[in-house]
């Protein structure tokens, strides 16, 4: 007896949206990660070579100021450029991770509860690509240009409590905000409007589920988090320790690519249950705010008149 196959488009409770995803991992995950390790494995890796490349020359110049302190000032100043490099593969990296990731949902939402071929997938990622990008930059922008001017204006006060009091409300309307956009990549895949209207759909759907999607949110982390850990942890502790009790007192380059490759595999396992998680949170909200599933159930009823 087949099982039947997980409906998104569902009014949900907190707990319904978790139990949710992760049905809908162990229905899909053949698919889905084959997807992911498919389109995102070379993102990953990249990112992964390269952060791993910044650990391995870090730890060991961290050895070599202990022994030669004046070294530190050096060893700042080729640091921004690393840094930089990084910060930007990291964002290729999620935008992959979430763009196919609401691609997958996206057709399998729009194809009867099921996924064609990843190839439909991809195409419809590759599609959405630009937008996605562009979305998240406008968003990265914009935040920090709020935030760049409050804090201006924080430095310009001079007054330590009120400096203070506005810095911890600030930290709080950025928390808000963090919730709110993390909707912005979903609507412009299944609902494709332009920015600012992206913007406000995601005001709209968040209006009185923004405990919740922050509970989601936390839940989310911790889950990867924990992955992370117990993946990752056994093998960089291993070359940590080797790398302080070896003769040289640095990290070769093949312990190095160990590192590297659990690193790729952890970020590829546990990153896309935040996106998947969202996801049965965007259709709930929809269906919340829109009523979605009862229009669907309508035009059901219109296409497939009774003979």
């Known amino acids: 007896m087949n099982q ?7 009014k949900r409770t907190f707990s319904d949206v ?7 991992i162990k229905q899909e995950y053949k698919l889905f990660w084959k997807m992911i390790f498919l389109y995102a494995g070379i993102p990953v890796l990249l990112y992964s070579i390269f952060s791993t490349v910044y650990f391995r020359n870090t730890f060991n110049q961290i050895i070599k100021i202990f022994s030669n302190p004046q ?13 930089i490099l990084i910060y930007i593969l990291s964002i290729v990296m999620y935008l992959f991770f979430y763009g196919l990731t609401y691609a ?13 071929s990843i190839h439909s997938v991809w195409s419809l990622f590759t599609h959405k690509f630009g937008a996605l990008l562009g979305y998240s930059l406008l968003t990265i922008l914009m935040i920090g240009f709020g935030y760049g001017i409050i804090f201006l204006f924080l430095g310009a006060l001079g007054n330590p409590l009120i400096i203070g009091v506005v810095g911890f409300i600030t930290i709080l309307a950025l928390m808000y905000v963090m919730i709110v956009f993390s909707f912005i990549l979903i609507v412009k895949v299944n609902e494709d409007e332009p920015y600012l209207e992206s913007v406000g759909r995601c005001f709209y759907l968040i209006k009185g589920h923004w405990w919740e999607t922050f509970g989601l949110v936390i839940i989310a982390a911790i889950i990867g988090w924990a992955l992370s850990l117990a993946l990752t942890i056994p093998v960089t502790s291993y070359v940590t320790a080797k790398g302080f009790l070896s003769d040289s007192k640095s990290i070769d380059m093949v312990p190095a690519i160990i590192v590297s490759v659990a690193s790729t595999i952890t970020t590829i396992i546990s990153t896309p249950i935040l996106p998947l998680i969202l996801s049965f949170q965007y259709f709930s909200l ?9 229009i669907d159930r309508i035009k059901n009823i219109n296409n497939n008149p009774e003979e």
């Open 4 to 10: 039947e196959r997980i409906e998104l488009k569902k």
């Open 18 to 24: 978790l139990n949710a995803t992760f049905v809908f």
């Open 71 to 83: 070294q530190a000032q050096q060893y700042g100043q080729n640091l921004s450029g690393e840094v």
């Open 104 to 116: 997958y949902v996206v057709q399998y939402t729009n194809n009867d509860k099921k996924v064609s």
């Open 286 to 294: 929809c269906d919340h705010k829109d009523n979605a599933s009862l």
